[in-house]
C-alpha cells in the first residue's frame, strides 16, 4: 500500500479500515510504500494488490496488463485549497472558492479581510 508517510491517519485508509471492520475483516499491508508508481509496479510483478485513485488507473503511466475493479460504493479524498497569505488566483482560470457546489466548503468571499460563508 502506498503513501506510507501518513500511515492509518490518511482519509482514505481509514475508509478503508472502517469498511474492512464492517464487514468483519482487516487491511493489514505487507509493504508498505511512499509512491503508487512503486505499488503498482510490486503489482505487476505480481507481487500483490493495491488500490489506486480513478486518475491513476487512467494515466498513461498505469501498467498495462493490470485490471482494476471499483468499489460498490466509491472512496472519497479529503483535499485542501492551499495557497500563501495574500496571494491572488492565476489569471485565465477559474477559482475554486468561486464553484457553486455545496459540497466544497468553507467557501470565502471578498477580498481582504474575508469572511467565512457557509451557504451555498
Known amino acids: 500500500m502506498y503513501d506510507a508517510h501518513y500511515g492509518w491517519q490518511d482519509p482514505t485508509r481509514r475508509q478503508l ?8 475483516v482487516s487491511v493489514d499491508p505487507l509493504i508498505e510504500l511512499a509512491h503508487v508508481e512503486a505499488a503498482l509496479g510490486l503489482v505487476a510483478a505480481g ?4 488500490i489506486a485513485g480513478r486518475a491513476v488507473v ?4 498505469f501498467p498495462a496488463g493490470l ?3 471499483p468499489f460498490a460504493d466509491p472512496l472519497y479524498d479529503t ?3 492551499v495557497k500563501r497569505p495574500r496571494a491572488s488566483a492565476v489569471r485565465g482560470r477559474p ?26
Request: charged share 35%.
Open 95 to 120: 477559482r475554486a472558492g468561486h464553484r457553486r457546489d455545496a459540497r466544497v466548503r468553507p467557501r470565502y468571499r471578498g477580498g481582504r479581510g474575508r469572511r467565512r460563508v457557509t451557504g451555498p
Open 79 to 81: 483535499i485542501a485549497l
Open 47 to 50: 507481487v500483490g494488490d493495491t
Open 67 to 69: 485490471r482494476a475493479v
Open 58 to 61: 487512467a494515466g498513461a503511466s
Open 17 to 24: 479500515a472502517e469498511r474492512a471492520q464492517l464487514a468483519g
